[in-house]
């Protein structure tokens, strides 16, 4: 009888640990957030959801929400093999929800789709066919990233297709934040086995507009939360950039590189120009411009070389690859150690980059840059690749 007590009392205490735990397909096979952090917040009355793709050939581990159709997580190896998380974000669904809506304090644009046009447009003004536009103005004169409720805050439906891919698609209504014409778009984000993270674009329109979708993952090689991406080295394809002025907006020249802290043709210590005494570095604070590239693009997929970052710490490597003109070099200059990231670490100024692949800020009211207007009958079309491998 006592045995049989005993084993019974076993049995209830193995029943309460059990209970304890989450159920194993809850949470991701490896590396990563558990989605029961999200799933539990709506947002405009749909739920917000995290999904993860895996690729065994490489190991990567990269997770996404359908908020703003936000990488959340990404997981490679350092030169030993072990992995780590390289982009900032945040740990729960509610997080991410609150900054959007400017309820707290925190960064919008971690991991974000950036639309309908990334970066800014002077006076959120612009003209197609004689037809003058006013767009949401967000950042003191300007339009900022779509506005103040830009795609990064919109819940974007999500079709996993498998363990390595998965879509997002969003109808963005004729009128939204003052754009015109429905855009009807469709964002692929896949692992692929050379150790890459690929994304393709399309949008379509039933009015002519301006189309710029962008990336804005926030990545510091050597993990998130680790203090400085200042002495990680970077490398961009460029001969020049769109110098801006007070504003922030481009002033429509083209600015060469040759001789100044913006020449970063050959892998440059980022600490080494960031502060530099140039014009250019004090407008941005730093690194904040968009870099024209001057690689030659591949004559099949189309693709250029636009920067390269490695870590010396790690040895963690990223190349950047891509269709579009221009990419965004960002050092970070806004972070102030108020954002808690997803480990519970607040993220110091300048602890991450972003490298945003896009058209030119300001395009539709410089004719001289590539054109970002969209014609019904056309397809937006758009490939960035995030390729991560190591150096010994």
């Known amino acids: 009888m006592k045995l ?58 990269a997770q996404f929400t359908n908020l703003g159709a936000k990488l959340v997580s990404l997981y490679v190896p350092d030169r030993d093999g072990n992995f780590a998380d390289v982009v900032c974000g945040y740990a729960t669904a509610a997080e ?40 949401d103005v967000n950042e003191k004169n300007r339009s900022l990233h779509g506005g103040s409720r830009g795609f990064y805050s919109v819940v974007f439906d999500a079709k ?49 507009t301006v189309v710029n979708l962008t990336h804005h993952s926030f990545f510091n090689l050597a993990g998130e ?37 913006f ?16 014009e250019q570095i004090k407008l941005g604070g730093g690194y904040d411009h968009n870099w024209v590239l001057s690689s030659e693009a591949d004559s099949v997929s189309g693709l250029r070389k636009a920067a390269k970052v490695i870590d010396p710490q790690s040895g963690r ?28 670490v607040l993220y110091p100024y300048r602890s991450a980059l972003c490298l945003e692949t896009q058209h030119f800020p300001d395009s539709p009211n410089h004719s001289n840059f590539p054109s970002t207007i969209l014609r019904p009958g056309e397809t937006y079309s758009h490939v960035c690749i995030y390729k991560f491998g190591v150096e010994k």
């Open 317 to 344: 490597t990223m190349t950047v690859l891509t269709t579009e003109p221009g990419i965004q070099f960002y050092a970070g200059n806004f972070m102030n150690a108020t954002q808690k990231g997803k480990t519970g």
């Open 96 to 135: 991410y929800a609150a900054c959007d809506n400017k309820e707290g304090k925190g960064e919008p644009f971690f991991g974000a789709t950036i639309g309908r046009y990334g970066n800014r447009i002077a006076e959120g003004k612009f003209s197609i066919d004689g037809v003058d536009y006013q767009i």
């Open 263 to 278: 020449d970063l043709r050959q892998p440059v210590v980022i600490a080494d120009g960031i502060d530099a005494d140039h």
């Open 4 to 61: 049989q007590i005993l084993s019974l009392c076993a049995i209830a205490a193995a029943m309460l640990v059990a209970c304890a735990q989450p159920a194993k397909e809850e949470c991701p096979k490896k590396l990563g957030l558990c989605p029961k952090a999200f799933g539990e917040t709506t947002v405009n009355g749909k739920t917000v959801q995290l999904y993860t793709l895996h690729n065994d050939s490489t190991g990567m581990v």
């Open 225 to 261: 939360g680790d203090s400085t991406i200042c002495d990680e080295q970077i490398q961009i394809f460029a001969d020049n950039i769109t110098p801006v002025d007070a504003d922030l907006i481009p002033t429509g020249e083209l600015m060469p590189v040759e001789g100044t802290p």
């Open 160 to 208: 996993q297709v498998d363990d390595k891919t998965i879509e997002f698609t969003y109808r963005s209504a004729d009128g939204e934040m003052g754009y015109p014409g429905n855009l009807d778009v469709k964002l692929t984000y896949k692992l692929t086995c050379c150790g890459a993270l690929k994304l393709e674009y399309e949008a379509t329109t039933d009015k002519p």
